[in-house]
């Protein structure tokens, strides 16, 4: 008993703080209890020290959330300070360098430009080689020295972007490249930077306000936006769910395709099917710029415009039977197929109907073949026969096998009016196992 009473205390004064403790002093006793003025005092007691908890709550914690945001902002604040070192080495190399550059050129104008200004350029190269190997000096001042004030300005639109970017004022900083004299800042170099600043919550992503900048003044230059950026945008815009950026950039902005950014809209369309038909429009424009006429009519065909497909078709001439193929295979859809296999203009169709159902039920499309089939055996038997007489690209052996297909799938009169059709053809003829005759009989007579 002495054991558990020692227990029992230790754990009540383990469990109680010193504030606690002292108040324990000031427990009411049974006669207090029954005591109405005690026991409002005991409850203003209570209603004070609630109040303070509530004042310590607010006042000497914070959420847990709290520490996540200020985690974020210190890795964004530590990534500004990692550019601002960089840009502050940067600069004392430029610094250094000018310096040089103004020393020699100070000289030279205080001999009266007695030395000929190649000499002076010589003496600046050899001096840049000892602070960095360089090429600015070789193109401000390549043939003229009038070259010197516009470098000065590019020099100064390069260190206000580094500023910029050291500050976090991205969107500043995206339209201050945007802007650079002879496009020096709209580089790869200036993406990466913007790349690495990342997300910052509750702001625009750095990256889609650099390309969003560039995109929208590229109309004021002369030559496009290369196909690097113009890639990198496309997709940084889809990453952001931004269909409406891209869409408005490829329509309306100068940009550089390739056949990468044409898969990558297609693809994006694959993987949301809600923005399919959006996608495939901008993929096909994408690959008609390119000249990706296969890409381009596959792109058609998806979007069901069957006849603006085969007018493209007609119109290549780098599209074979292999290409037609491979095209049925991505779309296997029924009225491409009859488009493919009809007879246009009193021409003869560019694929052949019996290589088709042949390809479908080899690459385990069965059902469309079946439909193909299900259509043909609604016809009339000359109809039939038209259809395998005229069929140039599939031998007769290959419509023997559609025979037997048609046969064993329950097609059973198609399968007998293509076998009456192929027996019909002169030279051909069918020998019956029960017939004993001598097949070589004639040769001897």
């Not at 995109?215 to 269909?243: V, W, Y």
């Not at 099917?273 to 792109?299: D, P, V």
Request: glycine share 4%.
């Amino acid at each position: 008993m002495e054991n558990l009473k020692f227990w029992q205390q230790s754990l009540q004064h383990w469990c109680i703080t010193r504030e606690e403790q002292s108040n324990l002093k000031q427990r009411m006793t049974l006669q207090d209890s029954v005591n109405l003025e005690a026991l409002n005092k005991h409850k203003q007691h209570l209603e004070d020290k609630y109040i303070k908890l509530k004042q310590d709550m607010s006042t000497e914690y914070v959420p847990a959330q709290k520490k996540a945001d200020l985690d974020e902002e210190m890795i964004v604040l530590l990534n500004r300070r990692d550019i601002a070192e960089n840009l502050n080495k940067d600069l004392k190399f430029r610094r250094q360098r000018l310096q040089v550059i103004s020393h020699i050129l100070t000289s030279w104008m205080r001999q009266n430009m007695r030395l000929p200004f190649q000499d002076v350029l010589e003496r600046i190269k050899k001096t840049k080689a000892i602070y960095g190997d360089d090429n600015l000096v070789d193109e401000i001042f390549e043939d003229d020295p009038n070259k010197t004030k516009e470098a000065v300005i590019m020099l100064y639109y390069i260190e206000r972007f580094n500023e910029l970017i050291s500050l976090g004022e991205y969107e500043r900083a995206a339209y201050f490249a945007a802007n650079s004299p002879k496009r020096i800042l709209q580089n790869t170099g200036t993406m990466n930077k913007f790349k690495a600043v990342g997300k910052i919550r509750g702001k625009p992503l750095p990256l889609l306000l650099f390309f969003e900048a560039i995109f929208s003044t590229s109309q004021a230059f002369k030559r496009p936006i290369n196909a690097d950026l113009t890639m990198e945008g496309i997709k940084c815009g889809l990453s952001e769910e931004r269909l409406d950026l891209v869409t408005h950039w490829i329509t309306q902005e100068k940009l550089t395709f390739s056949e990468k950014a044409g898969d990558t809209i297609f693809a994006y369309g694959e993987q949301h099917t809600y923005y399919k038909a959006k996608c495939l429009a901008l993929a096909q424009i994408i690959y008609n710029e390119c000249g990706l006429h296969k890409k381009a009519i596959l792109c058609l065909c998806k979007q069901g415009q069957f006849n603006e497909a085969m007018e493209h078709i007609h119109q290549s001439k780098d599209i074979n039977i292999d290409d037609l193929i491979q095209l049925i295979t991505a779309c296997p859809q029924i009225d491409l197929i009859r488009c493919l296999t009809q007879e246009r203009n009193g021409k003869p169709p560019i694929l052949s109907f019996g290589l088709a159902v042949l390809h479908l039920f080899s690459v385990d499309m069965k059902e469309v073949g079946m439909s193909l089939l299900q259509e043909v055996s609604k016809g009339k038997k000359d109809v039939i026969e038209h259809l395998v007489m005229n069929d140039i690209f599939c031998s007769l052996e290959k419509w023997e096998e559609i025979a037997n297909i048609c046969l064993q799938n329950g097609f059973i009169n198609l399968s007998n009016d293509i076998m009456s059709t192929l027996r019909s053809q002169a030279g051909v003829s069918e020998v019956s196992e029960d017939d004993t005759t001598n097949i070589m009989e004639h040769v001897f007579w």
